[in-house]
């Protein structure tokens, strides 16, 4: 373990030491408190390695579905860098859509994104205008990208999808879901602006707003791939929005890990007063505007192993 780090775990077990009125019984054992300290610490580190991206020097290749360097995250910040925002957003829809493979890397994303050099890069600006051809295109090389790689699954969270061409969430429908949602005229900006004003502005209110619309309106994304890609927006600066809530309500992971946290126990206890609870918590930790992704991510993790540390890597 590295100096950092346990600077970073004594000054969150700290703060954790001087919460008062909040009842914690599932971290009473010295033992588990720690664990569950080592858990929030690794979700403030994962935040932090994105937005450090934004200040780190990248390869071009990046950004180059047809190199092996190739990275959608890295390839967002760089046409951030470029003033190409409505790129960096959808490089990060696909990498939250198809995930890090654990058998082929961000390779799925290059395929899709590339068109596995059989067409033009299915940018922003080609996918809006060609969706058709895109929709055409995939009919085919679903089969092959099928074939090619037995191993094919989505990521650990997204692992019900298919990669099928003739399913009700196939790929074609779901970026046609997101488009529609965006809106006619392209335009992150002009979306972003939308719920600027619906919401007067309200950093939270607009997370709220964002993360419902998607909810409503953009096929496959659950609660988990909603929150990942709204708050990957905030991480890079796309827009200035936080969330208020975890929104673990249907979660499998966060829900038990809160009813554990705050009552001994892993299940029966009402979403909205654990959301409730977790903002208290959330307000005396002081652990920054992202500070429910920290709490979601690490209950989720924790309550896998609360009595032995565990280091996830999603």
């Not at 998607?214 to 496959?220: D, E, F, L, Q």
């Not at 975890?246 to 829900?255: L, M, Q, V």
Request: positive net charge.
């Amino acid at each position: 373990m590295t100096n950092r780090k346990q600077k970073q775990i004594d000054c969150v077990l700290k703060k954790l030491n001087q919460v008062s009125g909040i009842d914690l019984p599932g971290i009473e054992d010295p033992n588990r408190k720690y664990v569950f300290v080592q858990q929030v610490v690794d979700s403030i580190r994962r935040i932090e390695y994105v937005q450090h991206l934004s200040q780190t020097k990248l390869d071009a290749l990046r950004a180059n579905p047809y190199s092996e360097l190739f990275d959608p995250l890295k390839a967002a910040v760089i046409n951030i860098r470029e003033d190409k925002k409505d790129e960096a957003f959808w490089l990060l829809f696909l990498a939250t859509h198809f995930g890090k493979a654990q058998a082929y890397g961000w390779n799925i994303v290059a395929d899709v994104y590339g068109g596995r050099g059989e067409c033009d890069i299915w940018t922003w600006d080609n996918i809006t205008k060609n969706f058709s051809d895109f929709d055409t295109w995939f009919k085919r090389a679903s089969v092959d990208i099928s074939n090619e790689k037995e191993k094919l699954k989505f990521n650990n969270h997204r692992k019900y999808q298919s990669f099928r061409y003739d399913t009700a969430c196939s790929v074609p429908k779901v970026i046609k879901s997101y488009l529609d949602f965006v809106g006619a005229h392209h335009s992150h900006a002009a979306k972003i602006a939308e719920a600027e004003y619906a919401t007067g502005n309200d950093k939270t209110l607009m997370f709220d707003y964002f993360y419902k619309g998607m909810k409503k309106n953009v096929k496959s994304f659950s609660r988990l791939g909603i929150f990942d890609l709204l708050t990957m927006w905030s991480k890079l600066n796309l827009v200035d929005f936080y969330p208020q809530y975890a929104y673990i309500a249907g979660s499998t992971g966060p829900r038990p890990g809160a009813t554990l946290l705050f009552y001994g126990y892993e299940s029966g206890i009402g979403a909205k007063t654990l959301e409730f609870k977790l903002a208290e918590l959330s307000d005396q930790m002081a652990l920054g505007p992202l500070a429910m992704q920290i709490l979601e991510d690490s209950l989720c993790n924790w309550q896998k192993s609360p009595d032995r540390y565990k280091l996830f890597r999603g």
